[in-house]
């Protein structure tokens, strides 16, 4: 194996189709709310599929950006901070919801959702440290960009 960087970036693309199979659960749950007779296990499985994908794509390259708007925000050391901080706090209530949620169910139901939403709050933990490599792989204050790729 010469680069195992690019073969890894190469399994990230499996993001995709899995995160597209979560919409395979996500639509009859969204039909049996309409119906006024919520399916939650397939909530469930929504959840864990995209906690899934999200794993899968914290194995990218954090040494690129894929467009000018992260760019963007990872370049900036304020920008980069602020987006760090929301996303620590986001996944750590993911977290949380789901942990409370599994110490507090009283049934299947609330307990097979609670798993869901941990397993999407470990994913998140995930691109948070994804996000993480991004900011310090790009930020200006310790990364100048070269004067070639300066955009005017």
């Known amino acids: 194996m010469k680069d195992p960087k690019k073969l890894f ?3 990230s693309y499996l993001q995709y189709p899995i995160m597209a199979s979560s919409l395979i659960f996500y639509v009859p749950f ?15 499985n929504m959840l864990i599929l ?8 914290t194995l990218q390259d ?3 950006t894929q467009n ?16 760090l901080i929301a996303m620590s706090v986001f996944a750590f209530l993911l977290i949380c919801v789901g942990l409370v ?21 470990i994913g998140y933990v995930g ?8 900011y310090e792989n790009h930020r200006s204050d310790k990364n100048p960009v070269p004067e070639s790729e300066m955009i005017a």
Do not use: C
């Open 9 to 11: 970036h190469a399994i």
């Open 30 to 44: 969204l039909i049996s709310i309409f119906n006024q007779e919520p399916n939650w296990s397939n909530l469930n």
């Open 50 to 57: 995209i906690g899934i994908g999200l794993s899968f794509s």
């Open 101 to 121: 949620l599994l110490y507090y169910s009283q049934d299947n139901l609330t307990n097979s959702v609670a798993v869901g939403v941990t397993v999407l709050g």
């Open 62 to 64: 954090t040494s690129t």
């Open 127 to 134: 691109i948070l440290k994804s996000g993480i490599e991004m």
């Open 68 to 83: 000018k708007f992260s760019e963007n925000i990872w370049r900036s050391p304020k920008k980069g901070k602020y987006v």
